[in-house]
Every structure is written in C-alpha cells, then in structure tokens.
C-alpha cells in the first residue's frame, strides 16, 4: 500500500537537494528587480487575481479534486503540498513564450515565492487537517508548524533576498549571468527530481500509474482555474495567460525537500510531487507554445 512506502534518502543526498534548490532560486532572483514590486500599485487586480488564484483557489480546488476521486491519504496530502507551494521557476520563461505579460509573471512570481514562508505551511496546515484522513496521517506525523515555516524561509526567502540584492548591487554582473542560469536552472532541476528518486526508482515506477491521473488532472484544473478566474474579472488576454501559467507551474522542487526533510520520503506525497515536477514541463511548454501561435494584442 502506497501510504506505507518510505523512500530510501541519505543525509549527504537531502543536503545537496537543498543546495540545489537554493541555487535554483538563487538564479531565478538575478532576473528580478526591487522594481518589480511597482507593479502592485500599477495592476493591482491583475496581481491580486493572480495571488488568489494560487494562494487560495488551487488549494481549495486541489480539495475538490480529492473529494471527488477519494485517493489515498498520502497522495491525498501530497497534492495538498504541491497546491500549498509558490509558482514554479519556470513560469516567467513560459509566459514570455506564449506572448503574455512577463512583467506580470516576475511580480507574481517573486510575490508569491516571498509570501510562501507563510503561505506554504498556512495553506499545508489548514486544508492538510481539513480532511479526515489527511488529518489522521499529519497527526501521526506530528510536524511543527514553526519547523516548516523556518525551513522555508531558509530554503526560499534567503537565495530569492540574496539573488535581489545581487541584482540590485552588481546589474552588470546579473544580466550577463542570468542567461545561463536560466539554462543551467534547467539542468540542475532534471538532476534534483533525478536525485530524488536514484535510489527509488523502483518505487516510482511501481506507482507512477497510479498518480499518472491525478497529476494531470490537478494540473489541468490549476491552468483552468488561474485561466477562469481571470476571465471572471475581465482581465485582457494577454494577462490571463500570465496568470494561468503562474497558477499551473508549482514548485514541486521545494514540496519534495519538504517532503523529504519533514515526512521522512512519505512514498505517496514523494512520487506525487517528483511526477508533478517532470509533468508540469511538459504541460506548461505544450499550453505555452499553443499561445505562441495565436497572436494578442499586448495590452495591460
């Protein structure tokens, strides 16, 4: 049964899965500004929709979907974690490449990656111990909320400053640099989900079928609700692309650490967010490249 399965990680191992994702995070802070914050007072309902859309919305989907098909309380929990994380790094990348407003991609980027040290273990606690089950097994777990919120700070709020503080200090050095960390970004994210299942593989395949649906689904419904929520407010096109991208693409990375910092590899909640990792790229470069082909006029 999926909800007894411990992926096997070594300390070395988790130590060096951190390192990468602070560098990943590192590297995708070097393309922002301070300046980016501005842009809450000039399209403030574009950004309010589009933190909504992943801060509350995806969560309360994301139970909808459990709800409906009854999974296992461990996959049940895992994608209560992915819902609970901030966008994906890659989001910005594939919002430029659908012709979407990439300004407002980065500002909801970095807002929602610098609320998440409150976000990600606020939303992960609330809807976590919303469902029986799900609560069963937190209880079992016992994780300190403080714990949680400590380790996302180190693991989000500290490369994301430094990367800022970078940027704003040495903008020469940045924007020379940025490129090639938005490649080796790239690089280093196929060797951390490589990483996370080297020594489980097996495991992997043993249950990918059984999560295979239920990650394209709770993708789909987060591209679909960012999308919706959009259209509900009116917003342009050329925004509600931008929002839907950042809604769909979580950083299933940073649910992994957790998952293996805090939940001791938990098989369901491991494989669930190591599939979502790899399925996200697919999809988000498929709905980006769609977009690519349909002209909009780029307007605010």
Known sequence: MIDQVQLNFNPTTLFILNLILGFILFGVALDLKWQDFKLIYKMPKEVLVGLSGQLILLP??????ILIFKPQASLALGMILVASCPGGNLSNFMTHHAKANTALSVTLTTLA???AVLSTPLNFYLWGNLLPDTRALMTSIDIPFASIMLNVFLLIALPLFLGLSVSHRYP?????VKSFMKVFSLLFFAVFVVLALANNFSYFIQYVHVVFILVLLHNAI???GGYGLASMFRISEYNKRAISLE???QNSGLALILIFNFFNGLGGMAIIAAFWGIWHIISGFSLAHF?????IQ???
């Open 172 to 176: 020469s050095f940045a924007a020379k």
């Open 298 to 300: 780029a307007t605010s």
């Open 222 to 224: 987060a591209f679909i």
């Open 291 to 295: 977009w690519n082909k349909k002209e």
């Open 113 to 115: 990656t610098s609320l």
């Open 247 to 249: 809604v769909g693409l």
């Open 60 to 65: 309360l989907l994301t139970v909808v979907l």
